[in-house]
């Protein structure tokens, strides 16, 4: 039995620290590009024009830590604990190689879907203020709002980890991939940059990616655009925001203004 706790902490810490390193090396990276050393350069970019105040950072950061610990615990109950109940396979030759990137794929389209329902779920006025108000709290975010979720909250945007575990046949390797790609593309749409190019929400690829634009309206005006990913359950739906399209090319008017 200590021994099963021993290996079980073991783990635990290094889950911690793999989850932990993988933010904030992201977050940091974003942060220190667009917000210090290349601030000036890519100014035309940044959608709303005031910066978030240090307690802005600090609390952001407080909540993302509390996050990866409630992530950490979650991840290795599903991937570890409960790993023989679940889909997770070791060998790559378990499944044919094709396999692996399809997975992917489904966990691209689980998550999504999931996020969708979740995300918008918790805007309804009897659950809001419990669970998604302490995200809500950056009107204006920063790289460090990606993770910055109530514990509630957090234990529910952790559900996919399970969910994949126990629905979809993936690789390890393929999970820990997925999951850095979520970082990556959780703190682009929190930069509070935009790095589209103009007129990229009409190609018929961008009407169907969620833009940093898309996402920073959402924190900025509460309600619509409840994506992660894409926009295409905010467009089946009807909650894209119909000032989508007016606030992406805004910003871009903007900097034309601003550089005559």
Do not use: C
Not at 171 to 197: D, K
Not at 201 to 212: A, L, M
């Amino acid at each position: 039995m200590i021994e099963w706790m021993e290996f079980i902490y073991d783990y635990f810490s290094r889950a911690f620290w793999n989850i932990s390193y993988r933010y904030f090396i992201t977050a940091s990276i974003a942060f220190v590009s667009f917000y210090i050393i290349f601030r000036k350069l890519v100014a035309s970019r940044k959608i709303q024009d005031k910066f978030p105040k240090l307690n802005d950072y600090g609390r952001d950061i407080g909540y993302s830590t509390l996050t990866i610990f409630i992530f950490t615990v979650i991840a290795v109950l599903s991937l570890k604990t409960f790993a023989e109940y679940s889909l997770i396979y070791d060998s790559i030759s378990d499944m044919p190689k094709w396999y692996y990137f399809t997975s992917l794929g489904l966990m691209f389209i689980l998550h999504d879907f999931y996020f969708y329902w979740m995300h918008r779920i918790m805007h309804h006025p009897k659950l809001y203020r419990y669970i998604h108000k302490v995200h809500h709290t950056s009107t204006n975010p920063s790289p460090w709002t990606a993770y910055a979720f109530h514990p509630l909250e957090a234990i529910i945007e952790a559900g996919i980890i399970t969910l994949i575990a126990f629905t979809i046949p993936a690789h390890r390797s393929a999970i820990a991939i997925f999951f850095i790609f979520q970082i990556i593309y959780n703190v682009y749409g929190h930069t509070g940059y935009e790095l589209w190019p103009k007129n990229f929400h009409k190609t018929w690829i961008g009407r169907f990616v969620n833009t940093s634009v898309a996402h920073n309206m959402h924190h900025k005006k509460f309600h619509g655009n409840y994506g992660l990913y894409t926009l295409l359950w905010d467009r089946v739906f009807g909650t894209i925001r119909k000032d989508y399209n007016t606030d992406y090319e805004n910003l871009f008017l903007k900097n034309k203004h601003q550089n005559q």
